[in-house]
């Protein structure tokens, strides 16, 4: 059964079963957070994903899901799809977008950061790689990278043969190796350069932020048009550095959790007068920073506030 045949229905186009029915949310539901770890690192929004999932859901409750033979396959068959139709639509909001734009941060579990796989997927360094990429070769490569989905099942979820299907996940796989970070660096590593990091922000220390920052470090910040940001990337530790501290020299600089866990990695989480005014996201490299995401738009800071539940499986 394809994902466009038509479900057995009952009077009214209704569900033929109550049983029917709950056999499906049960199913949807035992998959949600793989669909929604899907959706996200597809799309990097997380107000985007859960549109996805409302979306996959009210398709899949019209399906007889008796004649589907593996139902999660099935769920991130649709989920793609129209993953895949957002994410068009997303290029075209994301070149009116006012600056720099980053993914949306989520709170995650700590844990998370102890799963390498899982955190490098969704870290922002990745993220923002994958933003390179083409709609369908970043479907190809999140289906086949992140999630070992094989090359037949991706090929139904993008419309592609699978000899196409391994072509594009050979490019892609190629493109993003030649971006992405060129090692995994321990959370501690991670953890420890962000203390560095804190303690210049709270005292204002120039210096300290220059030792802790590599010479080409870049940070680029999201503000969206409402909040302060810088309009383009900043390069070099010492204009870093002055921008930093320029512009958070009031905050009262805080870590939540032990640390913050922020997409799988440890991270900053900024507050102005107890309210959440940011989220800095680092890459680091041989114990020091050589990518700083600094995330300020508020309508991307609404998840800070609880965890958000990812997996790989």
Known sequence: MNEHSEPTTGAAGS?????????????????RNLLFTVAYEMLGSAADAEDVLQ??????????????HDQRAYLVRITTRRALDRLRAMRRRKEAYVGPWLPEPLLTAPDVAEDVEL????????????????PTERAVFVLREAFDVGYDEIAAAVGKSPATVRQ????????????????VVPPGETRAAL???RRAFETGDLQGLLDVLAPD???????????????????????????IVGG??????????DPAVVNGNP???????GEIDGVIAVQVENARITGLYYVRNPEKLTRIGSEIPLVLR
């Open 195 to 197: 203390e560095s990091l």
């Open 248 to 257: 958070t020299g009031k905050a009262r600089v805080t870590l939540t959790g």
């Open 119 to 134: 955190a490098e997927s969704v870290s922002m360094a990745l993220m923002l790689v994958l933003e390179t990429l083409s």
């Open 55 to 68: 979306e996959t859901w009210l398709r899949w409750i019209k399906v007889d899901v008796a004649r589907v």
């Open 15 to 31: 569900p033929a079963c109550d049983g029917r029915l709950d056999g499906a949310t049960e199913t949807f539901v035992a998959h």
């Open 267 to 273: 991270a900053l989480v900024l507050r102005v007068d």
């Open 217 to 243: 470090v870049v940070l680029v910040s999201d503000g969206g048009g409402v909040r302060r940001a810088a309009p383009r990337p900043v390069t070099g530790a010492g204009k870093v550095a002055r921008f």
């Open 168 to 183: 594009i996940a050979h490019r892609a796989r190629r493109h993003v190796d030649a971006r992405r970070p060129r090692e």
